[in-house]
């Protein structure tokens, strides 16, 4: 080559890859270069527009072999398996990512994906986000493309028909046994056996962006017949048949409707026109635009027969490029029958609004990728020398509330790493799944479990700030909302869901130290605190609680992160104990043993928790921890609760939110969780140590009820910092006097870890523990009652017995009990039957007429004239309950003033003030009363009395017989002081229930019956003797005291006073009087216990609306 001119003959030729240089530098798929100044493929980072591979998690069957997926585009992932659950199932699944390449980094280059209950689009798809109106759609590929993937699929996917020769479907199982199941021999007499696209499978892919809607389709079959002119053999669309009949139909009436074209023919005789060609042509050239604009088609030249083609090569067409144009489109889906078939019309593409489609396809671009937790949102760099927090075994659990299908998969986003992506998890041997259940709870209902109920009201009660483990979800509108579908969790400790690696020792390495590796476990991640917290708001208008199957306020735990599912926690944890159902030794109640029951328990199992709450600072309400001793956090379900009782079966009603639970609230049906009465919480402190313990009854070998719950408090320690750090020293020193001291602090004085443990304490009952709180049936109790009133009887009968042997009489009088029992009992029983039965009426009208959903209804009307506005669900029943109460109010004080009247008669014709008074007098010291026994029933509640019950019961007993001897002052009559005296006779009894368990009740109704004997025996007769000889004692004080020398007139004066006064006394110690006290007394009482059953009907109408009960904690079917 010539030197001087090398450069211009190099020029000439120029290089021969210049028509490609501009692909030298083209970033992989899904990536791009964050703006201008890339050097290399290096900066190229993923758009997170599009999916470029897809590989499920979901480990397949064990007889199945993992296919590798096409990573072309359009690629869809349809064979591999879906995690199907049920409410109250968890699915947990732990992916071993500890391999994975180094360089590979989540979120920037690869992610995991759950979808629910949809397909994800295809690879390669690229789908822009929503604005405004306008629907979800993608910018790639183009409309037309994805037709070209529909029409792949019906390509590789079809399914096998038979058809007999008329064209009518026959059994699929008849054609294989007529050609001997031979695929060569398809044909066989009248039958034919061939495939087709499998259209619905096919439609069933998202491989469109947008919702589509399809028309009835049928694929199209051949027929043949012999030709009259050529004598060979047509092969034709058999439809042509069905165009024919509709063609000859209109032909029918356009001949017999006698139009202008046709006058001066004969064309039309019975309702059909004739065969004359002369009318087919004038049809054909003037009339047939007519036809084609009202069915979309032009007709045959002449009538097919319709005979079926007996050739499965020829109707399978599988070289044909577009499958999708081989089927017809109907207006209507009808069966594929012959006669049926005749009726329908073929849809017609310039009337498309006269079809109505059988079929709506959901785009792909609305299957959304659902929210995951903040672990998978960022990523934290440790010092192991990895970009991110996630090579190691990553644990994934998901807790259906509803029956879910999800698709969990892991999505490669950079194209740079096909390979180590698909040599990596291609295999889909790096995940496990295992699918909890809660089986133990109850035995007669499947995956039944225990639940916790929290209250909007105990909450604004309290001033308690809502936990931060709500189930919170993302609306569409991207504003939260109440979760619906399931949870997603990611736990620390995977030792806690995965036995496997459990009994594997199982550790990883997360960090280096000074020694080398470190092993601990994964460290705790919180979720951004505007995320979890909520305000009033978060309840909406619907509702005003809800049940949860998890722990609320305890979250970021190991093993189960922000929800501690009460199934998993008490039934899989493995530092449990979990005994196998047919090993269970349950608890029966007749056993009348103290053995403990051989079942499931959890004895100081540890969770290591961290605070999510700002426990460094201040808040507007009180936090959960600094809740004061006593105060009920949530409430647990008693019994297991259904599937079908937590799942809404109507409109109204939302998950954990239905009219079931709703009944359950304010009911002995739920158990509160309190904070213990040793240590509650304190502002400006937090527990290092929590304590749920929970007692539950094993009723039968696959059933528990849990019986009692609750939370203490330990290790206390003040959030603030020393005072050398700029701590309040009040605060300080408020909290040394409660022996808290400040948390261990760092070097700047900040708490130095936000860590708690949590103890759970979990174990059954023995039977002696739950005889003493009412766990057992009726007939346990009533033998025990019944035992308890023999033995009553024993000490009426041991008593009277003394008496009878240490009495002074020479002949002492025979036992006369039954004799009294006849006379004073039957009075009694009538009186209380004649006045109860008209009041019970009265109310049971007012609670029918004036409750919630009673029948007098008043919606519309507020409690005062300020009201204003829709009334709402809460102000609906409080507004009900207080008419009821104003309805009792008035009833009460009628049945006051009427007694009052009818005990004290008088001349109603003439003006008798001294009745007035007397009436007037009665009725201020019944409300007197009824105002103190009010007082003595809400003091009945408090812990004070259940603390110190049997001291309480004594003195109400003499406080009973102080206002006996002081009503019998201030009235001075014996018939007007009964009614009152069985008002406090009743209020007695009432009381005793208040008792905390069964041998607190029982004591203390053997202390009762105990002061009754003393009272009778020797109280009463004391206090009798007092008041009878006090006349006596104030004369002779006078006489001693007074003035010594008297007059003869004054000496007969109190000689007769002397007289006057022992006459009384003898007359009341000897006469009927004491009979008359004696009868008294015992009447009263009796009449009490008459009552007592009536009193427990009218606690149970009004079980809600007096809450008596409900604060003993007495069912309402208890009652009975």
Request: glycine share 6%; with cysteine; aromatic share 10%.
């Amino acid at each position: 080559v010539d030197a001087k001119n090398s450069s211009a003959l190099y020029a000439l030729a120029g290089r021969l890859d210049w028509c490609e240089c501009e692909n030298i530098l083209k970033c992989p798929n899904g990536t791009a270069t964050s703006g201008v100044g890339a050097k290399g493929m290096n900066d190229c980072v993923s758009t997170n527009e599009e999916v470029i591979h897809r590989i499920s998690l979901i480990p397949p069957p064990p007889d199945e072999i993992a296919k590798p997926m096409s990573t072309g585009e359009g690629s869809i992932d349809t064979d591999s398996s879906r995690l199907v659950l049920k409410p109250f199932e968890t699915g947990i699944l732990t992916v071993d990512l500890s391999m994975l390449p180094n360089n590979i980094t989540y979120n920037d280059h690869y992610r995991i994906s759950i979808y629910d209950g949809c397909q994800p689009c295809p690879l390669r798809y690229k789908c822009n986000a929503s604005n405004g109106h306008q629907p979800k759609t993608c910018f790639n590929p183009p409309l037309e493309r994805q037709y070209e993937f529909l029409n792949g699929c019906l390509k590789k996917n079809r399914k096998m028909v038979c058809l007999r020769d008329d064209g009518t479907h026959e059994d699929i199982q008849k054609c294989y046994s007529k050609t001997n199941n031979s695929s060569s021999a398809r044909s066989s007499g009248s039958l034919l056996l061939f495939s087709e696209p499998d259209l619905e499978k096919c439609l069933s892919r998202p491989y469109f962006c947008l919702d589509t809607e399809w028309n009835y389709r049928t694929y199209r079959r051949l027929c043949q017949e012999n030709s009259a002119i050529s004598g060979e053999t047509e092969i034709y669309d058999c439809s042509l048949v069905h165009r024919w009949n509709t063609y000859a139909h209109w032909k029918n009436n356009v001949c017999c409707s006698e139009i202008s074209e046709l006058r001066g023919f004969d064309s039309c005789r019975k309702n059909e026109c004739l065969d004359d060609p002369r009318i087919e042509d004038i049809i054909r050239g003037k009339l047939i635009n007519v036809f084609e604009r009202e069915y979309g088609f032009i007709p045959p030249i002449r009538k097919p027969s319709g005979k079926l083609l007996m050739n499965a090569t020829l109707q399978e067409a599988l070289d044909h490029e577009s499958p999708l144009d081989l089927f017809h489109e109907w207006r209507e889906q009808f069966p594929e029958s012959s006669k049926l078939m005749q009726e329908v019309k073929l849809h017609h593409p310039k009337k498309p609004h006269l079809s109505h489609p059988y079929k709506i396809t959901s785009g792909c671009c609305n299957c959304k990728r659902h929210a995951m937790p903040t672990f998978f949102e960022t990523n934290n760099p440790i010092s192991s020398g990895y970009p991110d927090n996630k090579h190691g075994h990553v644990q994934i659990t998901v807790t259906a509330i509803a029956s879910i299908k999800l698709y969990v998969a892991v999505e490669l986003l950079h194209g740079a790493y096909y390979l180590d992506f698909e040599k990596y998890f291609g295999s889909r041997d790096k995940s496990t799944l295992r699918i909890h259940a809660p089986q133990k709870f109850s035995e007669h209902s499947e995956h039944a479990t225990w639940l916790t109920v929290l209250d909007k009201s105990a909450f604004e009660k309290r001033g308690l700030e809502l936990p931060l483990n709500l189930p919170v979800g993302i609306n569409e509108g991207g504003n939260k909302d109440i979760e619906d579908r399931f949870f997603v969790n990611i736990p620390r400790n995977k030792t806690i869901a995965n036995h496997i690696l459990a009994k594997e020792n199982f550790l990883e390495v997360i960090d280096y130290d000074d020694d080398g590796r470190s092993w601990l476990p994964l460290p705790a991640i919180r979720d951004p605190i505007e995320s979890i917290r909520l305000n009033e708001e978060w309840w909406g208008q619907k509702h005003d609680f809800i049940a949860l199957p998890y722990i609320p306020f305890f979250s970021n735990c190991d093993g189960y992160d922000s929800h501690v599912f009460l199934g998993r926690l008490l039934e899989d944890h493995p530092d449990c104990l979990s005994v196998p159902l047919n090993k269970v030794e349950s608890t029966n109640e007749f056993s009348f043993t103290r053995k403990e029951p051989y079942s499931d328990r959890c004895q100081d199992l540890i969770l290591q928790c961290t605070y999510e709450e700002e426990i460094r600072g201040s808040s507007e309400k009180f936090r959960w921890f600094e809740a004061s001793s006593g105060s009920k956090l949530f409430h647990i379900t008693r019994d297991a609760v259904t599937i079908a009782a937590f799942v809404p079966s109507n409109e109204v009603e939302d998950w954990g939110r239905t009219m079931f639970l709703d009944k359950m609230r304010n009911s002995y049906d739920l158990i509160p969780v309190s904070i213990g009465d040793e240590m509650g919480g304190f502002l400006n402190a937090i527990p290092r140590v929590v304590e749920l313990e929970l007692k539950y009854y094993q009723i039968s070998s696959g059933t528990k009820r849990l019986v009692e719950a609750a939370i203490y408090f330990h290790d206390l320690c003040t959030t603030q910092k020393q005072d050398y750090f700029g701590g309040s020293a009040k605060i300080l020193d408020d909290m040394k006097e409660r022996d808290i001291l400040p948390c261990e602090s760092d070097i700047n004085g900040d708490i130095k870890s936000d860590i708690y443990e949590l103890i759970i304490q979990y174990y059954p009952l023995g039977w002696f523990d739950l005889l003493n709180r009412f766990e057992f049936g009726g007939p346990v109790y009533f033998f025990f009652y019944t035992a308890i009133g023999l033995t009553i009887c024993l000490i009426g009968g041991s008593v009277y017995g003394i008496n009878r042997l240490l009495t002074k009489f020479r002949h002492p009088p025979p036992f006369q009990g039954w004799q009294l029992v006849a006379l004073v009992s039957r009075p009694q029983i009538e009186g209380v039957i004649l006045a109860v039965i008209p009041y019970m009426v009265v109310v049971s009208t007012i609670h029918t007429l004036f409750r919630h959903d009673g029948v007098l209804q008043f919606d519309s009307l507020h409690k005062n004239w300020m009201g204003s506005g829709s009334i709402g669900d809460d102000e609906e029943v409080e507004n009900a309950m207080g008419r009821m109460g104003s309805a009792f109010l008035v009833l009460g004080s009628y049945i006051t003033l009427k007694g009052s009247s009818s005990i004290i008669i008088g001349d109603e014709t003439s003006k008798n003030d001294h009745v007035v008074a007397k009436r007037a007098h009665f009725i201020w010291a019944s409300l007197c009363l009824q105002a103190m026994i009010l007082c003595l029933l809400e003091f009945s509640y408090s812990d004070s009395y259940k603390n110190d019950i049997y001291r309480y019961v004594v003195m109400f007993k003499f406080g009973q017989i102080a206002f006996d001897v002081i009503l019998s002052h201030v009235i001075r009559d014996k018939l007007l002081i009964a009614p009152l005296l069985v008002l406090i006779q009743m209020s007695e009894i009432l009381v005793t229930i208040g008792a905390r368990d069964f041998v607190e009740f029982t004591l203390s109704f053997l202390v009762k019956i105990s002061l009754i004997v003393v009272q009778r025996l020797f109280i009463y007769p004391f206090i009798h003797t007092i008041l009878t000889l006090l006349p006596r004692w104030n004369l002779l004080a006078r006489h001693s005291f007074g003035r010594k020398a008297l007059t003869r007139k004054e000496k007969k004066q109190r000689e007769a006073r002397w007289k006057k006064v022992n006459e009384n006394i003898e007359l009341q110690t000897e006469g009927v009087e004491p009979l008359v006290d004696s009868i008294t007394i015992y009447s009263v009482e009796k009449t009490g216990g008459i009552l007592l059953p009536f009193m427990c009907l009218f606690l149970m109408l009004l079980y809600r609306e007096t809450e008596i009960a409900m604060n003993y904690n007495i069912n309402q079917h208890e009652l009975l």
